[in-house]
């Protein structure tokens, strides 16, 4: 199994999609790697996140812009501890729904489009399309509809995380007990979803990452208790890319993605 850092050059531009606060520390410790090579990071969190805050996070008056502004606190929080400059984290001004999930409406392709265009990455970082979670199938989506349609060529890095439905790993990021202790603090500054967890499944946010993390050096047979992994999706001048293919087609294709039915061996891995 591959590490995901010798797919990536150190001075390739990396753009992280995160569908929610949080889906960035969900990899972190690939993310810190990146970040110390010397990788320019930059973060986009696509949506609110308010409807992950339960009330008593807000008591005066729980709000969805309360919320929202929680969890961008959390965010920005969890980014400084990080190390990430300021100027690298942003909130788009995305289109949501009253439950804060992402629309794939032509307002949120368009913001897409713009953050692609304005960042021009050479790697983007984003959940995986196959998931439970709709924003993460949302981000996906607009994600390779974006690409799509400005033609534009990107290794595109699917996070596994807890949510993803089933994924062909082809990259992963060991690590070890040390790492899994910083990474632990990294996904504590989401107290509102610390807590969240702790409440409804009885562990902590860092816990259920970890948790995953662990399975994934199980499953992949790595020498170290923990692992991110990544379904890694490279342009092959060869044949053409999901991103290349007409939108219908790739509507069509990623209905079927979502189903099980195509997996991203049809593409390619090169
Ligand atoms: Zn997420």
Not at 10 to 19: E, G, H, Y
Not at 86 to 110: K, V
Not at 119 to 139: C, K, M, S, W, Y
Not at 142 to 169: H, N, R
Request: aromatic share 8%.
């Amino acid at each position: 199994m591959r590490c995901i850092t010798d797919l990536i050059d150190p001075d390739a531009k990396i753009l992280v999609l995160a569908p929610h606060p949080d889906d960035f520390e969900a990899v972190g410790i690939t993310m810190r790697r990146f970040f110390e090579a010397g990788n320019t990071l930059k973060v986009y969190v696509l949506t609110s996140g308010a409807s992950g805050v339960e009330d008593r996070f807000c008591p005066e008056n729980p709000s969805s812009e309360n919320k929202r502004r929680l969890r961008q606190k959390e965010q920005r929080d969890s980014c400084r501890f990080f190390g990430l400059p300021e100027g690298c984290l942003h909130f788009p001004p995305t289109q949501e729904n009253a439950d804060s999930n992402l629309l794939a409406t032509e307002g949120n392709l368009t913001i897409l489009k713009g953050i692609i265009r304005d960042e021009q990455p050479d790697a983007i970082f984003l959940p995986h399309g196959n998931d439970t979670n709709p924003d993460h199938r949302v981000a996906f989506n607009l994600t390779t509809e974006a690409l799509g349609d400005l033609q534009f060529s990107a290794i595109l890095c699917c996070i596994y995380d807890p949510k993803t439905i089933q994924a062909e790993v082809n990259a992963v990021m060991a690590f070890d007990e040390n790492d899994a202790k910083w990474k632990a603090e990294l996904l504590r500054f989401h107290d509102s979803q610390h807590q969240r967890n702790l409440n409804t499944r009885g562990h902590g946010f860092d816990e259920r990452l970890l948790k995953t993390n662990r399975k994934l050096a199980e499953d992949y047979g790595l020498d170290a208790p923990y692992a991110e992994a990544f379904e890694v999706i490279m342009r092959n001048p060869r044949r053409p890319c999901l991103y290349d293919e007409p939108r219908e087609r790739r509507r069509i294709l990623q209905g079927a993605k979502g189903k099980g039915l195509l997996n991203f061996r049809d593409q390619n891995h090169e």
